[in-house]
């Protein structure tokens, strides 16, 4: 099993930019969710899905932040328009028997 | 609701040191609790989860912890700290699932020859 999968591992944009950050979760992993890391807030949780369903999405800081998860195999994190105080690490992590597992994380730059 | 509380951003030891990295938690429900550690630029790797079962869990890369209800917390040791184990170390728990964890702000181990 590959693991968790991020992509774009790194990403620099100027503000007002639209970002998309991508994830592919385990197979057979039923919850997903994304984090975002910074050093002032350490780890947030943003959002999180059961079977491709948001269940909790009272992490999402502003309108401007966007998920969705249309297949059990994908989801994305969108950011329009981006702000410099965006700049962080995005996680995205999926579950299953009662271990969360984390991609290796999106660096987003905000210039 | 759940909570975690890591005491101490930053410790230091020597190597071949006991590690011991604090937690304690607060949950209204019997509390599943997990260590996680992350190495610079990468992801959160799982050390050990405690789900209920033994106390005392061990977990990879010589790791233990010892659930203590009664002291609401769940520690972290090894017995003798390696270089490679500096890392940031990040205690979570839930209520009863893994579904949805709530972190620590973690502590930043540093190993010093």
């Known amino acids: 099993d590959a693991g968790v999968i991020q992509s774009p591992r790194h990403e620099v944009t100027e503000m007002g930019q639209e970002v998309t950050l991508r994830c592919k979760p385990i197979s057979g992993h039923d919850y997903l969710f994304w984090y975002r890391q910074t050093m002032m807030r350490g780890l947030e949780l943003l959002i999180y899905f059961n079977n491709n369903v948001p269940i909790d999405d009272s992490g999402m800081p502003e309108d401007r932040f966007s998920a969705k998860m249309p297949n059990a195999s994908f989801s994305t994190l969108k950011i329009q328009p981006s702000e410099p105080r965006d700049s962080a690490v995005y996680f995205c992590?999926?579950?299953?028997?009662?271990?969360?597992?984390f991609g290796a994380g999106s660096r987003l730059t905000v210039l | 609701a759940q909570s975690v509380t890591q005491l101490g951003s930053h410790v230091s030891v020597s190597e071949g040191a006991l590690v011991l990295l604090r937690c304690n938690y607060s949950?209204?429900?019997?509390?599943?609790l997990f260590w996680y550690v992350q190495y610079p630029n990468q992801g959160l790797q799982l050390l050990l989860k405690y789900t209920s079962a033994a106390t005392l869990v061990k977990g990879i890369n010589g790791f233990e912890a010892e659930f203590k209800k009664s002291e609401t917390s769940f520690h972290l040791t090894k017995p003798s700290a390696h270089m490679s184990d500096a890392a940031e170390y990040f205690c979570?728990?839930?209520?009863?699932?893994?579904?949805?964890?709530?972190f620590g702000t973690g502590t930043r181990l540093q190993v010093t020859l």
């Open positions: 979570a728990v839930s209520g009863g699932t893994a579904s949805k964890l709530t």
């Open positions: 949950s209204s429900v019997p509390p599943y």
């Open positions: 992590a999926s579950t299953g028997a009662n271990v969360l597992t």
